[in-house]
Structure formats: C-alpha cells, structure tokens
C-alpha cells in the first residue's frame, strides 16, 4: 500500500471484473455498473461520464477495519454491514492490490454460491468425488 494518489479512474478493475468465472455485468440504481457472480454481486463501479469513478466490493471480515484505515477507503453506502468497502477517487492502495482485493472479493461472493451453481458457471469446487460404498450384506434369519 502505497501513500494517498489521485486515481484517474478504475478502468483496470472494470476489465478485469469481467474476465472472472461467471462474470456478469448490469447497471443499477442509474449509474452502477455491477459485477455479479451467480446472480450476486461482487464489485460495483459508480460511473461519470462514463468512467469508474469509485469502485466498491466485498472484503473478508477481518480485513474491514484495516482496509477502512487506508486513506481514500471508507465502508461502503448502504453495504458496509456486510462488510463492503469503497476506494474513493484519491486511495492509498497499489493497482495490484485493488487487482488482488477484486479477486478476493469475488471469490468469497462465489465460495456462497451452492456447490451446483458453481460447477455450471466454471468455478473450481474443490470437490473430490466420493467412491460408493458397497451395500452391506444383511445377516440371513
């Protein structure tokens, strides 16, 4: 993390928001461009002139109070309860730190998904396959 500087704009984690797994792009409420990921939300851009001006996502819970102490991030309007931030125009976070938290945030919105919705959009489960196991004879009468 890096000093507080101006931020022209979050062009790079727009892009890089819809590359993820099941990556799915609306507007919202007017002039949020949102990134979901089965139907839930991930990472949202306020847009003006049609640029990302602020840039707004989920966060692990124990990071919440250490990232809202970095100049420029404040819990985000309205999501903060669950543990959302927002990187303001003028931020003291490294461009791959924005990258790295875009992922994590996406990652943790998707490990809520069920197990099925992940497997259909392409997200690894981590889930092995169970051999059966052999019926049990049952003891004769």
């Known amino acids: 993390m890096a000093r ?28 949020d461009l949102v990134y979901s990921v089965g139907g839930k939300m991930f990472c949202v851009f306020l847009l003006e002139a049609g640029r990302a001006a602020t840039c707004s996502f989920k966060v692990d819970d124990e990071r919440f109070l250490e990232l809202t102490g970095v100049p420029g991030v404040v819990p985000a309007p309205y999501l903060a309860r669950a543990k959302w931030v927002q990187v303001g125009r003028v931020h003291g976070l490294e461009g791959a730190d924005l990258d790295a938290l875009v992922r994590r945030s996406h990652a943790l919105v998707a490990s809520r998904l069920t197990k099925k919705l992940q497997r259909d ?21």
């Open 4 to 31: 507080p500087r101006p931020a022209p704009d979050f062009e790079p984690q727009r892009a890089l928001a819809a590359t993820l797994p099941g990556a799915t792009e609306d507007i919202k409420w007017g002039a």
């Open 121 to 141: 959009i392409g997200i690894d489960t981590g889930e092995t396959t169970r051999p059966c196991r052999p019926a049990r004879a049952r003891p004769a009468r």
